[in-house]
């Protein structure tokens, strides 16, 4: 080491304490622009399949990215504009031209507003997704029971914006109450007064006592209670 490099050294190590430091292992991993877009339909649909047929990047554009984000308002079936990030540098806008294929829920006849749907009402259908939004899509169980926002003809697509999606509890719901304590757990049938999803703290009533509970949702029809309100 040169006398230059050990004078700096004291200087480089204070001016490290207290600072993260990033071993070389864990940097983010970059990857072609395709991939990254790829990666992002992924995270934000769930189980589909992306083809990326085209993506369109200014001049003088890095190769490789950690990540791409969508248009929040981009729709499937048409051009979209997708920010790409690179490890290093300013973030790009680009045009990406895609087709994704899944599974939709669409109606199987006719539906009014208001309507809440039963099995009858869904069919699920696999194919290319054109015209919904880059987020997850319903499955037809997650559809029977909800409600319709606006009417939907026969064949039209059930999704974010035309459903109103029935959550694991509803306000009205008979649900089985579960108490623990220790190795000992008691139930009961109470009404719940709120509705929610797991992890959602609602309170659930005694219809006969009035009395009413605070407990957690932890599934279909069933909250694990804890106190008393």
């Known amino acids: 080491m040169t006398v230059v490099g050990r004078r700096l050294m004291p200087l ?6 207290g600072a993260t430091v990033v071993p070389a292992s864990a940097q983010p991993s970059t ?5 990254a877009i790829r990666r992002a339909i992924v995270e934000r649909m769930g189980d589909v399949e992306v083809n990326v047929r085209e993506v369109a990047l200014p001049d003088g554009a890095p190769e490789d990215y950690v990540a791409a984000v969508p248009d929040p308002g981009a729709r499937l079936g048409r051009p979209i504009r997708v920010t790409l990030v690179p490890a290093t540098g300013r973030r ?3 045009t990406a031209t895609l087709e994704v294929r899944g599974t939709t829920v669409v ?6 507003r ?3 749907l039963e099995a009858a009402d869904v ?3 696999e194919g290319v997704l054109v015209d919904v939004p880059i987020r997850r899509l319903p499955t037809g169980e997650q559809a029977i ?10 064949g039209g697509v059930l999704g974010p914006g ?7 509890v509803e306000p009205g719901d008979r649900v089985t109450a579960i108490a623990i304590a220790g190795a000992v757990q008691v139930s009961a049938e109470l009404e719940a007064a709120d509705g929610g999803d797991p992890g959602d703290v609602i309170r659930v009533v005694n219809r006969e006592t009035r009395r009413s509970l605070r407990g957690r949702v932890i599934g279909d029809g069933t909250v694990e209670v804890g106190y008393a309100r």
């Open 12 to 17: 480089i190590a204070a001016a490290l304490v």
């Open 31 to 35: 990857m072609p622009a395709v991939e």
């Open 92 to 94: 790009l806008r680009a």
């Open 107 to 112: 109606a199987a006849r006719d539906l009014a």
């Open 114 to 116: 208001g309507a809440t």
């Open 123 to 125: 069919e699920c259908v």
């Open 145 to 154: 029971g909800s409600r319709v926002l606006r009417p939907v003809p026969a």
């Open 162 to 168: 035309s459903l109103v999606l029935r959550r694991a």
